[in-house]
Nanobody, 128 residues
Framework: QVQLVESGGGLVQAGGSLRLSCVAS????????MAWFRQAPGKERGFVAA????????NYEDSVKGRFTISRDNAKNTVYLQMNSLKPEDTAVYYC?????????????????????WGQGTQVAVSS
């Protein structure tokens, strides 16, 4: 198990940027596939982006492609989500997720069911 703590959320105007961070506890961070999900009021938690152990594989939900970038720094036990050109529809609570896995499987790691470690979430609000 790994504990995850997100930060970096806030209120921003449409077109603005935010960078979310997620710090993981433990000494095996590099062994985890990491991801970001989001949940808007009244909606299910949905996939945003994922990254494999060394950053060589990344995957994005279609609506954020070209605007969001997921990255990781294994030396700092941290995964990031750089969010640019934010839109009101990006408003949600953003969650960091982790699963111990040597390999990245798109079918598994784009689903919330594929992760067993979650942070508490950080609120992102985008005003129009």
């Amino acid at each position: 198990q790994v504990q995850l703590v997100e930060s970096g959320g806030g209120l921003v105007q449409a077109g603005g940027s935010l960078r979310l961070s997620c710090v993981a506890s433990g000494h095996t961070f590099a062994s985890y596939v990491m991801a970001w999900f989001r949940q808007a009021p009244g909606k299910e938690r949905g996939f945003v982006a994922a990254i494999n152990w060394n950053g060589g594989i990344t995957n994005y939900e279609d609506s954020v492609k070209g605007r969001f970038t997921i990255s990781r720094d294994n030396a700092k036990n941290t995964v990031y989500l750089q969010m640019n050109s934010l839109k009101p529809e990006d408003t949600a609570v953003y969650y960091c997720a982790a699963v111990l896995s040597a390999y990245y499987y798109a079918g598994t790691h784009t689903s919330a069911a594929g992760y067993d470690n979650w942070g508490q979430g950080t609120q992102v609000a985008v005003s129009s």
